[in-house]
């Protein structure tokens, strides 16, 4: 079996404290850059890293049965082969969380991947330090959509509105929150809505980033979620933003 396994033997990790990783991925310069970072942290442990997805199953089956607790796979140059075999292992291994990390933005693949089960769909490019993060929020029990493919998902929810109500849903108006939100954050809602970063929505309201991710950590207790897409989803259901 080619399947590396980096770092050390298996059977010595510590696997109450460690989220265990592995990577499916074709560039061996990014999994060999992931693996360098996560000696920083004591939160997860890379425990294999392969080009070919049946290496993987391999794996799972002659090792222990609680492994792997994500998967970070690319969908590669067949996207739509990796989503059928995310979906199939995702029903064979339900314990087990599926990220994907990868070039395709298309909107069909990001709808297919979370339609299958998929717990984040990020875009390379993103700070392997964010990437962590992202493995650390999936890890316990959270999902993450990458800011930049964020529309396709809530394009997608009015779209199911929509079927639902036969037409009937119109958002004819937008009615702010302001018995739950300041104004500031009315606006901060509405450009994340837009898919902005923290540091577009700053420069849009010339205000410093910091200040936005207070408004952000302000906006998600008020609304009792715990992600930007969570957000915007109550803020669509409701009509309190413009899409």
């Known amino acids: 079996m080619k399947t590396n396994i980096l770092k050390r033997d298996i059977y010595s990790y510590d696997f109450e404290k460690l989220i265990k990783v592995a990577i499916i ?100 490019g993103m700070p392997v330090s964010s990437i962590i993060e992202v493995v650390q929020l999936v890890a316990n029990g959270g999902i993450f959509i990458d800011p930049k493919v964020t529309r396709y998902m809530i394009d997608e929810y009015v779209n199911l509105i929509d079927r639902k109500d036969k037409g009937r849903f119109k958002q004819e108006k937008i009615c702010l929150p302001l018995h739950l939100l300041t104004k500031r954050e009315c606006e901060v809602l509405q450009l994340l809505a837009e898919a902005k970063t923290n540091s577009e929505v700053a420069q849009s309201l010339s205000i410093s980033e910091k200040t936005v991710k207070n408004h952000v950590i302000s906006i998600f207790r008020k609304l009792n979620v715990e992600t930007r897409t969570a957000a915007v989803v109550t803020a669509v259901k409701n009509g309190w933003v413009e899409i």
């Open 25 to 124: 991925d074709d560039p061996h310069l990014f999994y060999e850059a992931l693996g360098d970072l996560h000696e920083t942290t004591t939160s997860l442990e890379i425990i294999a890293v392969t080009k070919d997805i049946n290496e993987l199953i391999t794996f799972y089956s002659y090792f222990l049965s609680d492994a792997i607790d994500i998967v970070l796979m690319d969908l590669g140059s067949s996207p739509q082969e990796s989503i059928d075999f995310i979906e199939n292992f995702i029903i064979k291994y339900p314990t087990v969380k599926v990220i994907v990390l990868t070039d395709h933005d298309e909107q069909s693949y990001v709808l297919q991947s979370f339609r299958v089960g998929v717990s984040g769909y990020l875009l390379k």
